[in-house]
């Protein structure tokens, strides 16, 4: 079953704009990992902040994680064109992490 | 130097054929996994194998069936196929979740493309 619902659905934003996803989920997970998916290719691992933390940072991206509302965002800061593409929120709650996935957002980023 | 290959990257064939999928990975990781990707973008787990041994089959249908001849590589053999099979079919890889102090992310290969007509 669906566990992660990526908010919103599309985002289209401006070059040097700042893009922010959402990730609500609905139990309890060992971690939270997002995902990059360009048109046509696979997926690209960008963050995973487990359980304990609260935020994570990597160059332009920063995600929060907060346990308590079971949600998750990944800001995405001045923005570029190379960062169109799709974003999926992934929990690891099964113990053997299989990932479950959320339905994406697209980012379109236009110059 | 590819960490996760999967092969072949496109696949088109004809209802009731039999098919397979290869995925090889060099990272040195345990466990693997098959995702399938369907036309609206959802992804959903299929198989996960920890050193060769089946752990999660997610009520995927008997046609499927994995296989695993060393821990690198974790094919996937489709019998019968079926229209609905129609997807983009991933592999994956991470380190066991049960090792203490280890990164669980998990590599995906570049996906196989299954169109069946």
């Known amino acids: 079953s669906q566990q992660g619902e990526e908010d919103p659905q599309a985002l289209s934003i401006q070059e040097g704009e700042n893009a922010t996803m959402n990730c609500s989920y609905k139990t309890s997970i060992n971690n939270l990992q997002w995902y990059r998916q360009n048109s046509g290719r696979g997926l690209v691992h960008l963050i995973l902040?487990?359980?304990?933390?609260r935020e994570k940072h990597s160059g332009r991206l920063r995600v929060t994680l907060d346990t308590s509302k079971k949600s998750s965002s990944l800001l995405i800061t001045a923005s570029r064109a190379a960062d169109t593409a799709s974003y999926f929120c992934?929990?690891?709650?099964?113990?053997?992490?299989?990932?479950?996935f959320g339905k994406g957002t697209m980012l379109l980023v236009s110059p | 130097d590819t960490a996760v290959s999967q092969t072949p990257k496109y696949l088109v064939t004809q209802m009731g054929n039999d098919k397979s999928i290869k995925c090889e990975q060099n990272?040195?990781?345990?466990?693997m996994y098959w995702y399938k990707q369907d036309s609206k973008k959802f992804l959903k787990i299929m198989f996960s194998y920890n050193n060769k041994e089946l752990i999660i089959n997610e009520t995927v249908p008997n046609r499927f069936s994995p296989k695993s001849p060393d821990k690198a590589h974790l094919n996937l053999h489709i019998n019968s196929l079926e229209l609905g099979d129609s997807a983009v079919y991933f592999c994956?890889?991470?380190?066991?979740?049960?090792?203490?102090?280890?990164?669980?992310?998990?590599?995906f290969g570049p996906g196989t493309r299954l169109t069946v007509l």
């Open positions: 902040i487990r359980s304990n933390e």
């Open positions: 994956a890889s991470s380190h066991p979740p049960s090792l203490a102090d280890t990164n669980p992310t998990q590599y």
């Open positions: 990272l040195g990781h345990d466990t």
């Open positions: 992934a929990t690891d709650n099964s113990g053997y992490s299989t990932l479950t």
